[in-house]
Nanobody
Framework: VHLVESGGGLVQPGGSLRLSCAAS????????MSWYGQAPGKERELVAS????????NYADSVKGRFTISRDNAKNTVYLQMNSLKPEDTAVYYC?????????WGQGTQVTVSS
């Protein structure tokens, strides 16, 4: 199993970013995928998740209405569109999958929201 995030960077408050997570080594279309964020000095927290077919999504209250999770099962990729970014969104964002009872994480991508 391999999860590789990309798309992070430095953005001004109110700006947007789109994170991508390219997955390989498992039957991607069979599993729920999630994004977690870990802010400096804090625990890693669930940001958003999407069911295997994409029909069900869940979001942390702090990002509802601003972030959108989606997936392309043909490309084995899950996305996180982040709009109206706030300084408190600054974190390392990780792609996550739980496969046959085991947890898998990507290496993370840094998102910094600052003027």
């Amino acid at each position: 199993v391999h999860l590789v995030e990309s798309g992070g960077g430095l953005v001004q408050p109110g700006g947007s970013l789109r994170l991508s997570c390219a997955a390989s080594g498992f039957a991607f279309s069979s599993y729920t995928m999630s994004w977690y964020g870990q802010a400096p000095g804090k625990e890693r927290e669930l940001v958003a998740s999407i069911s295997n077919g994409g029909g069900t999504t869940n979001y942390a209250d702090s990002v509802k209405g601003r972030f959108t999770i989606s997936r392309d099962n043909a490309k084995n990729t899950v996305y996180l569109q982040m709009n109206s970014l706030k300084p408190e969104d600054t974190a390392v964002y990780y792609c996550y999958a739980r496969i046959l009872g085991r947890k898998y994480w990507g290496q993370g991508t840094q998102v910094t929201v600052s003027s």
